[in-house]
């Protein structure tokens, strides 16, 4: 009895194997389109990127991907996971492209496929108000939070390097984590991204100040995918759709909607400054 | 998928200092539970019936929600009621408090189980209430209680990965930190599961052979 | 903390509810499988099994999420963040329920087993009328435990994506920056449903054959 089912489990893992690496030869976007759905990996916990307001997923990352969904026919199907399981649940066939998005480094591009860029990613710092911060060399000493393997984490690590004193840098699973601890005191400062902390210092005015300028190199934040060939006329296509959008106004509108400013992105990041 | 075993190599020390920090906060909490989890079984017991309701109460919220719901109530709440604790020491509370809950239950059961025959035996040979609860009420119960304890530490030994979320620097925090460091997602979940299956296995092993020798004085003679 | 933020909590307990649901009731269906090749005179059947359950109980269900929803796409087996969820949760709570289960069949006393054969009852007829209901009533108190411990189990399966009690909590106490208020209220919550399902497995037990009334 335990043989005839352990034939039958075997013989049902043949066909969804045999069913899943046929699928795979076929290129990414064709299947999307197929399947009429494109699924898009995020964190929910990057404000205002993606973000859970009263209970809804909203965010720039939403609005834009609605528009390149306009633009490939197809419909948008969000998966959302904690940070650290974004990126191998690209590399594992979850979703085929990530939005989170992430700011472009070498080291990244060297595994991954970035989409031409949507906002700035330079590295500054958001301090509780009050704090006695008042340029970026002030956090030497002092307990400073970041996202858990963030391109952020990495330049506040060099950062803290260049000063007096090391930072005592924190570690989150989210950035949300992070200025929640800042709320509740551990912490004194958090570094992120300007786009993300403009955003959080306005919706907490009074609660958080950013501080001025900028201590990181100038970079910017793609969508994330995969370098494989089957990927390419999907990142092709989000590509185009995006550049159109710069073209067109439709960027630069919901930049101002979302960060309250607008950024000049190139059409693409070839040699990132990290 | 290529397991590169250099990665794990380059990464020794780290590996090693989460598990350290994964042992160490979990036998604290364990022993802390356990000596918590005895005073209110004792008290619950021997202590007033005022006290019995509210820590019968507190042991059945412990027992009734998710520890992850506990750890971001102390961590993330804590602060507000102006308990604003670092993630190792808040962890540390955390396991203790919800390994007390359930060694109190275990303690209970061990209390019931001692027959009310052995206490009147003993009264009539004369010894003494300390000498009871020594010689009587204790070797008695260790041996009720030492199996679901051994349940109960491999259980809390697991929960204990659950602390990574609040960024303690405990094994799994570590070893995924490392696999996204390094791009090695699948091999850091595989070196995790093996350390976490290897201590359990080791834990559990201990925990029978304990039992064996524990079991040795079921019959002894006085 | 207003109707609106509890009401969500409550939604979201669906998925907790749901997941945890189905998962103790393949588990179940999983451990009678795997208690019968625990009890079996066969190594080659018993060594499977004792290997399956010292693994499952042996790594964490954090851990044993990540595995399955990250490895099981590189053989093949791309499976959405729900199957994820069930399929961990389901192989974890069937290592308990397996263990629970050959207790209970060890504990039907060998003087039935005696008596059946004696009055003429097939092997089958053994197992299905006297050892089955008995080992079951045995264990019943013990798989109502483990509905509960996967209730609270499920609390990890936001790692793989489901927004469910726990992970809807958390998103709200950073949007909010009430935590007290949101996760007491996600407690209550998780305290009515293991009370309601405690209830419910005492009331079912007492109305078994065989109760203690």
Redesign the interface.
């Known amino acids: 009895m ?1 043989k005839r ?1 352990f034939l039958k489990a075997a013989a049902c ?1 043949a066909f ?3 069913a ?2 046929s699928a795979h030869a076929e290129d990414i976007l064709a299947k999307a389109k197929a399947a009429g759905t494109l699924k898009v990996g995020t964190e ?2 990057f404000a205002p990127f993606d ?5 809804t997923h909203s965010g720039l990352n939403v609005d834009l991907f609605a528009e390149i969904g306009k633009e490939l026919g197809v419909k948008i199907e969000w ?4 940070w650290e ?1 974004v990126l ?2 690209l590399e ?3 979703f085929d492209v990530v939005a989170g998005p992430a700011t472009i480094t070498k080291a990244r591009m060297e595994r991954y496929r970035f989409t031409s860029p949507i906002a700035e990613a330079t590295v500054a710092i958001l301090k509780k108000a009050g704090a006695p911060i008042s340029k970026p060399e002030d956090i030497a000493g002092k307990a400073v939070g970041v996202g858990k393997a963030t391109a952020q984490l990495a330049q506040l690590t060099e950062f803290s390097a260049t000063l007096p004193t090391k930072v005592d840098i924190r570690e989150y699973p ?1 950035f ?2 992070a ?2 601890d800042m ?1 509740a005191g551990r912490i004194v400062a958090v570094a992120n991204s300007l786009p993300n902390i403009a955003f959080v210092a306005k919706q ?1 005015a009074g609660m958080f100040e950013v501080v001025q300028p900028p201590f990181g190199k100038k970079t910017y934040f793609g969508y994330v995918g995969r370098k494989d060939a089957d990927y390419a006329p999907l990142m092709d296509a989000i590509d185009a759709a995006l550049i159109k959008m710069k073209g067109d106004g439709r960027m630069a509108k919901l930049q101002d909607k979302w960060f309250g400013t607008k950024f000049d992105t190139p059409d693409i990041v070839k040699e990132p400054a990290i | ?1 290529m397991f590169d075993p250099n990665v794990i190599l380059r990464h020794m020390p780290e590996i090693m200092s989460g598990t350290a920090v994964t042992l160490a906060l979990w036998i604290t909490g364990m022993l802390l539970g356990v000596i918590l989890g005895f005073i209110i079984a004792t008290l619950r017991r021997y202590g007033s019936p005022l006290l019995d309701v509210p820590l019968g109460l507190i042991v ?2 412990l027992r ?7 750890i ?2 102390v961590y ?2 804590g602060p ?2 102006g308990i604003s604790l670092d993630p190792i020491p808040c962890g540390l509370l955390g396991l203790s408090i919800y390994a007390a809950a359930y060694y109190s239950e275990i303690f209970r059961a061990g209390y019931q189980a001692v027959p009310h025959g052995h206490f009147e035996a003993a009264e009539c040979l004369g010894l003494s209430r300390l000498q009871i609860i020594r010689r009587i009420l204790l070797p008695e119960m260790a041996l009720i209680v030492l199996p679901p304890s051994v349940n109960l530490a ?1 259980i809390l030994l ?2 204990s ?2 602390l ?1 979320i609040i960024t303690v620097p405990e094994l ?1 925090t570590t070893v995924s930190a490392i696999g996204s460091q390094e791009y090695a ?2 091999e850091a ?2 070196l ?2 093996l350390i ?2 290897f201590i ?2 080791a834990a ?1 092993r201990l925990g029978r052979a304990a039992e064996a020798r524990l079991s040795t004085y079921r019959f002894a003679a006085p | 903390m207003t109707f ?2 509890f009401n ?1 909590l409550v939604q979201a307990s669906v998925w907790t509810i749901g997941i945890s649901a189905i998962s103790i009731v393949i588990g179940f269906i999983l451990a009678l ?1 795997l208690s ?2 625990l009890l079996s005179a066969r190594k080659l ?1 018993r060594r499977p099994a004792e290997f399956f359950i ?2 499952f ?8 999420l ?2 399955i ?3 099981l ?6 499976v959405p ?1 729900i199957v994820a969820a069930i399929v961990g949760m389901s192989l974890c709570t069937a290592a308990y329920q397996a263990e629970n289960l050959r207790g209970g069949f060890e504990s039907v006393p060998k003087g039935f087993i005696e008596a059946a054969d004696m009055a003429g009852l097939s092997p089958r007829q053994i197992f299905m009328r006297i050892k089955a209901p008995i080992a079951l009533r045995l264990t019943f108190p013990a798989l109502v435990n483990e509905a ?1 411990m996967i209730l ?5 399966v ?4 489901i ?1 469910e009690i ?1 992970r ?8 909010t ?1 009430m ?2 208020e949101i ?2 209220s ?2 209550i919550i ?2 009515a449903i ?2 309601i399902v405690a209830m419910t497995g005492k009331y079912v037990e007492r109305s078994l054959p065989g109760a203690v009334k």
Request: aromatic share 16%.
């Open positions: 335990l089912h893992a969804f194997l045999g899943s690496l929910t916990a973000f859970i307001d009263a209970g998966v959302t996971l904690p399981g191998p649940g594992a066939g979850k989210a949300n984590d200025y929640a709320a907490r | 998928m059945e919220v009734g929600t998710p520890f992850l719901i506990q971001f109530l993330y709440g507000f009621i491999v697991k929960e990965a659950v990574s799994t997602f699948l979940i595989f995790l599961a976490y299956w359990v296995e559990a | 609106k933020l969500l499988g019968a090749a059947y010292s693994f109980r042996g790594v964490p269900l954090l851990v044993q990540l595995l929803y990250n490895l796409p590189f053989i093949g087996l791309n963040s509960i609270k189990s499920s609390s990890l936001s790692v793989v994506g927004v726990t809807m909590a958390q998103d709200l106490a950073s949007s920056y935590p007290i996760f007491s996600a407690a998780y305290l293991c009370w």
